[in-house]
């Protein structure tokens, strides 16, 4: 097996987010002359609250494109780098830190998932962004460029082109890691939009090498998180394709019974020092990144021996009691602990962590369905 080569980044993952987020953001204030924490702020209101107007615009807006690549692009790798890493700890992505990876980055931006991917595994092997907008991919890789050695920097390729016609292309070579992050929402929400996204989806699929991986991360809002989950649905009927995670093996989704509910993960993080600059002048509150994902492979590889149920609600106190929601091969089922007695069995427990079935036995009581 080839080493990674990480001879000049810093060895923590939480050391590379760190030195991302000041670089980039460095790298955007040199950019252009507006105010870019101002920008940043307007463009987070593009994103969530007009998202429908400016859609199509933000990153035409040289002052917002490079607020994308001074905030949005390290927050939105960083996050992807620490699924990546929690996925790869759960046994998800087995060998993915010994080989020097062959990326596709679909809807790319600022080669977001590429950064994320180089953040998590090291220097990359082969990497393709695919984007509408050939600008911001131009944008990153100017920036990243000078992180990378020749022989890297001349394996990244740029293609402008719509996902709407990614089963057309034809990339030689398969890829070992697939990312599709914060696209999705872009195409629109309700089942109107799914054989849009189940199209794409599915040509991105038939490009994984043997025992690759694709990753689709989408923001942890209820709105994009329930797309998720009926995408998820649907593509739990495709013969073509397995669901690693969040997962469990259940054949439909039982949190989308009640449209209150989504499931969704948290990651804790060593917020970088710019970041709580940049947070605490908006208003942001980052210090857990919110995220709801999917990890597809191709049919017939589920990963054997991993843990296989997962924690999909925070903490409920009520009179004394803890409850915490686990989604299970076959159903939904509430754990639920006196918390005076044992209070650090269910509390410390992360939303969104994968636990197994004996790790509590006979200390926690289990109930079916949600009982809260
Ligand atoms: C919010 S940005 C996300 C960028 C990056 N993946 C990330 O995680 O930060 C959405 C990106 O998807 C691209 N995009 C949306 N729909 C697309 C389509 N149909 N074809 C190609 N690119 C598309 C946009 O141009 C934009 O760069």
Known sequence: MTKINLS??????????????????????????????????????????????????????????RAYLGYYMPLYAAKIALLLQRLTKEGFLPGFAEKPMRVLDLGSGPL????????????????????????????????????????????IFLRRANLGVLKSFDFQEPFDLIILSHVLNEFGSSSRFLPKKLEVILAAINMLADGGRMLIMEPGNRVCSRDIMSL?????????VSILAPCTGIDQCPLLKNATDWCHGELDWKRPAICVKIDEKIGFDKS?????????SKKAEQPEGVKNWRIVSGNMVHEGVVRRYACTPSELLTLSQRE???????????????????????RVQVVNEKSF
Request: cysteine-free; aromatic content about 10%; overall charge neutral.
């Open 8 to 65: 000049n980044m810093p060895v923590t993952l939480d050391d590379r987010i760190e030195q991302l987020f000041t670089r980039s953001y460095q790298y955007a204030q040199r950019l252009h002359r507006s105010d870019l924490i101002g920008d940043i702020e307007k463009l987070w209101q593009a994103l969530t609250l007009e998202r429908a107007d400016s859609l199509s615009s933000y990153f035409k807006n040289a002052g917002l494109r």
């Open 112 to 155: 977001v998932g590429i950064s994320a991917a180089r953040l998590a595994f090291g220097p990359l092997k082969r990497a393709i962004a695919v984007d509408r907008e050939i600008g911001t991919m131009r944008s990153g890789y100017e920036f990243l460029k000078p992180f990378m050695n020749e022989e890297e920097a001349k394996q």
């Open 232 to 240: 998820r649905d649907a593509l739990f009927e495709e013969p073509s």
């Open 288 to 296: 857990m990144l919110k995220y709801s994902y999917l990890l597809l």
């Open 340 to 362: 005076v007695t044992y209070k650090s069995v269910l509390t410390p427990l992360v939303r969104g962590e994968l636990i197994a079935a004996t790790d509590f036995e006979g």
